[in-house]
């Protein structure tokens, strides 16, 4: 399945991120067992910046890959697939490292016009490999506002 030509019209911006988390999760750990760099990382303790100030302290240690810059699609479904193809190999080692937190798919999607059905579609494959890493999701889907091009005759 792949979106239609107008709707990838309206969609401005797709990323996805996979967060593994834990109490003691250990970042440096995850990267070592997996053979994959995270690109956003902390141990429990460290501090949380935002901004360039410091807003407290995470509660728990993450291990975070995304898809900005590394997939150029309007389609969710091939951030995800991009995802899934390097996760899903290690299924087995990534429920375990996450057996005393969780496994999570964080979704941007922004787009020029919201409404009934112009949302992200997730196929069925995507779903079951989600499924299979027993992962929640969240969504953050923005209306961007953008001025109309006037046309010059």
Known sequence: MSISEFHASHIRRVQIGFIISGENLDPKKVSAILGIESDMSANRGDPKILYGKTIGLHKEGFWRIHTEEKVVSKDI??????????????KDTILELAQDGETYFDVLWES??????TGPVIDKECLYGIGQLNAGMGFDI??????E????K
């Open 77 to 90: 479904n091939d951030h995800l697939n991009f995802l899934l193809a390097i996760l899903l190999p290690h």
């Open 142 to 147: 923005y209306q961007i506002n953008e001025k």
């Open 149 to 152: 091009e006037s046309s010059t």
């Open 112 to 117: 020029t016009y919201l409404y009934a059905g």
